[in-house]
């Protein structure tokens, strides 16, 4: 068990750029989770994967967010055309069994300039 | 629909003093509940979960939680803060296991 990867990081783009992150869950589990968290906030739902079907999006997810889960292995986030709102960390979350609670990744955090 | 509210976004404490977290809940059916902490510079990591086996829920550290469904809450006390418990703590809900709420945290500081 090593844990969820992400990657990058951290990203600095400029505003209008698209940005691709990467989440990489615990080899076993089926479920993926993609959060965003801002400053003095808890995490936010974006969406959600079971194996390779995205099943949950949130209403408050913009048209310009897309996540895939090919394969129902690794999943990515692409934001489209980043503006400075979209500056937040983004945290991938997975889990075999909701009731045992979700496995959160390090994060990557963005900052749109 | 489904959300958390945690009271108070800063809570102090002494040395050795009982840990409160406040946590209420909405949910029209019997959710999942969790608290997770958040150390500074490091992920979310998860510190108990109710999933109805039993009301009093014991988890990692000293921690431990009371589900009440009559006030919808599920508060997280420890009995004896230590130094290292200085972080964010969050409470979530989920009532299918496939969109999570969480609060907007709870800064504990331990005071020497």
């Known amino acids: 068990d090593t844990g969820v990867s992400q990657d990058p990081r951290h990203k600095i783009t400029k505003r209008g750029q698209n940005v691709t992150f990467r989440c990489d869950p615990i080899s076993e589990h089926n479920r993926l989770y993609w959060y965003r968290q801002t400053l003095g906030q808890g995490p936010e739902f974006l969406t959600y994967f079971q194996n390779e079907a995205q099943l949950e999006k949130s209403r408050l997810l913009s048209d310009r967010f897309s996540a895939e889960r090919p394969k129902g292995s690794f999943s990515t986030l692409e934001i489209q055309r980043t503006e400075q709102g979209d500056s937040a960390m983004y945290l991938c979350a997975s889990s075999l069994d909701p009731g045992k609670g979700q496995y959160f990744g390090p994060g990557t955090r963005l900052t749109v300039t | 629909a489904q959300s958390v509210t945690q009271l108070g976004s800063h809570v102090s404490v002494s040395e050795g003093a009982l840990v409160l977290l406040r946590c209420n809940y909405s949910s029209s059916v019997p959710p999942y509940l969790f608290w997770y902490v958040q150390y500074p510079n490091q992920g979310l990591q998860l510190l108990l979960k109710y999933t109805s086996a039993a009301t009093l829920v014991k988890g990692i550290n000293g921690f431990e939680a009371e589900f009440k469904k009559s006030e919808t809450s599920f508060h997280l006390t420890k009995p004896s803060a230590h130094m290292s418990d200085a972080a964010e703590y969050f409470c979530?809900?989920?009532?299918?296991?496939?969109?999570?709420?969480f609060g907007t945290g709870t800064s504990l500081t331990v005071i020497p």
């Open positions: 979530a809900v989920s009532e299918k296991g496939n969109q999570f709420y």
